[in-house]
């Protein structure tokens, strides 16, 4: 029971820092680092406990909060318990499968609010993985580099023979859930991804919500489809 606490108060902790980043990152290239940067507040960023009772006003500044930022909160919490009952006290591979899971559903909430993959957490993340690879418990260095490049190289030419259908910065995500995920991992994620996508594609199609040119998000899918496959591809 200890063990669950632990990682629901790690991912509550997790997601207000998400929430946080959530706010300045996509700012940080239209409007510099001095304009986008603000101090982490717990009384702002950690709203679960705050959020129902107050019509999600915030109890320190009085501004509005969306809905994200508890949903945010929430879900970091159930992924890391859940990662907790996977791993248990493999801290090691805890730690790692923590890291990208927090990683992950921050790219996934800024691309669903911005359609945009950050060029300013991909570069970090690369270097990031690169090294827990290297690390006990991590995925073999030339596997994750294989993994890397498959990835990459897929959505590359997707990209080029959809003529536009994939952006530039979901052929990036792709690499990076390659070193991730390995090889053969990288296909399972990637196609767990394609899949949610395209069925999320066709409801909104079917809805009329959206049509066959319109643009929706992609990474939020593969996302989830790496989050899937991680859990088993630490083991």
Request: hydrophobic share 55%.
């Amino acid at each position: 029971m200890s063990g669950y606490v632990l990682s629901l108060v790690a991912g509550w902790v997790a997601g207000a820092a998400a929430n946080w980043a959530a706010d300045i990152l996509p700012a940080w290239r239209t409007e510099g680092p001095a304009r986008a940067r603000r101090q982490f507040d717990p009384r702002h960023d950690w709203t679960l406990w705050w959020y129902p009772f107050r019509r999600g006003h915030c109890a320190h500044c009085g501004q509005r909060r969306s809905l994200r930022a508890p949903l945010l909160e929430i879900g970091m919490m159930l992924l890391f318990a859940l990662e907790w009952r996977v791993f248990g006290r493999e801290w090691p591979l805890l730690l790692i499968a923590w890291a990208y899971a927090a990683f992950l559903l921050l790219v996934l909430v800024i691309d669903v609010e911005h359609r945009r993959v950050l060029n300013i957490m991909l570069a970090p993340a690369v270097v990031v993985t690169i090294a827990v690879s290297l690390l006990p418990g991590g995925l073999d260095p030339l596997n994750a580099l294989l993994g890397g490049a498959v990835g990459f190289g897929l959505f590359f030419a997707m990209a080029i023979l959809g003529r536009g259908a994939l952006g530039a910065g979901d052929v990036k995500l792709a690499g990076l859930i390659g070193l991730m995920t390995g090889y053969p991992g990288v296909l399972a994620a990637l196609f767990i991804g394609i899949v949610l996508g395209g069925s999320a594609a066709l409801l909104l199609i079917l809805s009329r919500r959206a049509g066959r040119k319109s643009y929706m998000p992609y990474a939020p899918y593969l996302s989830l489809g790496a989050l899937v496959v991680l859990l088993q591809a630490l083991k």
